[in-house]
């Protein structure tokens, strides 16, 4: 069983900053990439941000130069600093990872259970 655990959600006042934390685990047989997004109430499910084996990048227009991934390959683990914080970033937000898993190997995207943010203005 694949699992994927998020921390590091919580409350913060307009130009605070959070580190999320999310770490696969199971019989991880590679993985392709691993990512965070997120949620309003209401609202679409929406990129934030993702990062490839190779170490790619990719981050929402909205959060471009404010949030930071990165990953920890040794840890399976992927991590978004967050700084400068709006109200707008308020949503739930969900660790995404595109891996295979098990023996023989299955490919599957998997997601984690969600962290909240909040920011008060």
């Known amino acids: 069983q694949v699992q994927l655990v998020e921390s590091g959600g919580g409350l913060v006042h307009t130009g605070g900053s959070l580190r999320l934390s999310c770490a696969a685990s199971?019989?991880?047989?590679?993985?392709?990439?691993m990512g965070w997004y997120r949620q309003a109430p209401g609202k679409q499910r929406d990129l934030v941000a993702t990062i490839t084996s190779s170490g790619i990048t990719n981050y929402a227009d909205s959060v471009k130069g404010r949030f930071t991934i990165s990953r920890d390959s040794a840890k399976n683990t992927v991590l978004l600093q967050m700084n400068s914080l709006k109200p707008e970033d308020t949503a739930v937000y969900y660790c995404n990872a595109d891996l295979s898993a098990g023996w023989p190997a299955r490919w599957n995207t998997y997601w984690g259970q969600g962290t909240q943010v909040t920011v008060s203005s």
């Open positions: 199971g019989r991880i047989r590679s993985i392709n990439a």
